[in-house]
Antibody, heavy 120, light 110 residues
Framework: QVQLQQSGPGLVRPSQTLSLTCAISGDSVSSNSVAWNWIRQSPSRGLEWLGR?????????PYVVSVESRITIDPDTSKNQFSLHLNSVTPEDTAVYYC??????????WGQGTMVTVSS | QSALTQPASVSGSPGQSITISCTATSSDVGGYNYVSWYQQNPGKAPKLMIY???NRPSGVSNRFSGSKSGNTASLSISGLQAEDEADYYC??????????FGGGTKLTVL
């Protein structure tokens, strides 16, 4: 059974970097048949896909246009996990952040969610 | 404004059937058969119910079914049960190699 366990701070100061980690059990971050995503949810923006990391012949990291200048999603093969880094955050980035596995072009496994508040 | 439009709410009585629609308002999603549906209970992560328009993951009740006609995908629930009360979201892969979600539909079981 695949499980995703999220960790990271729940409070980030404006202009700082939001960093979250998603530890994978029951699958591999290096798998060439799935992808590893970050999605956030807020009352104002609803559910928003942020980006993903996945390995085929090499690593790929597509991001949504709205945050692509501020975001990095990177895998850690030694720890079988992947991380989200979102810099220059503002209160608009306040949301529940989820890590997910992507399979069959859908998101079939979800982490527990992390509520992140951007506030001074 | 979401690229996928859903009704804000639907309701039905136990045992009845309901349908939730999801209409693509952008041309970069309407032509794809990569629509998925998610159920979300309060304070919980979304759960995949349907993928690629009409496929059910293992463990999802066969009371849930999906379909698509033109730019509108639909999630149907038959034999409505109290436990089906939740928020439902559609999602679609786009030609920009991204994913978009609908605004969500609150299902109330009367």
């Amino acid at each position: 059974q695949v499980q995703l366990q999220q960790s990271g701070p729940g409070l980030v100061r404006p202009s700082q970097t939001l960093s979250l980690t998603c530890a994978i059990s029951g699958d591999s971050v290096s798998s060439n048949s799935v992808a590893w995503n970050w999605i956030r949810q807020s009352p104002s923006r609803g559910l928003e896909w942020l980006g993903r990391t996945y390995r085929r012949s090499t690593w790929y990291n597509p991001y949504v246009v709205s945050v692509e200048s501020r975001i990095t999603i990177d895998p850690d093969t030694s720890k079988n996990q992947f991380s989200l880094h979102l810099n220059s955050v503002t209160p608009e980035d306040t949301a529940v952040y989820y890590c997910t596995r992507g399979q069959f072009t859908a998101f079939d496994v979800w982490g527990q969610g992390t509520m992140v508040t951007v506030s001074s | 404004q979401s690229a996928l439009t859903q009704p804000a709410s639907v309701s039905g009585s136990p045992g009845q059937s309901i349908t939730i629609s999801c209409t693509a308002t952008s041309s970069d999603v309407g032509g794809y058969n990569y629509v998925s549906w998610y159920q979300q209970n309060p304070g919980k992560a979304p759960k995949l119910m349907i993928y690629e328009v009409s496929n059910r993951p293992s463990g999802v009740s066969n009371r849930f079914s999906g379909s698509k006609s033109g730019n509108t995908a639909s999630l149907s629930i038959s034999g409505l049960q109290a436990e089906d009360e939740a928020d439902y979201y559609c999602s679609s892969y786009t030609t920009s190699n991204t994913w978009v979600f609908g605004g969500g539909t609150k299902l109330t079981v009367l």
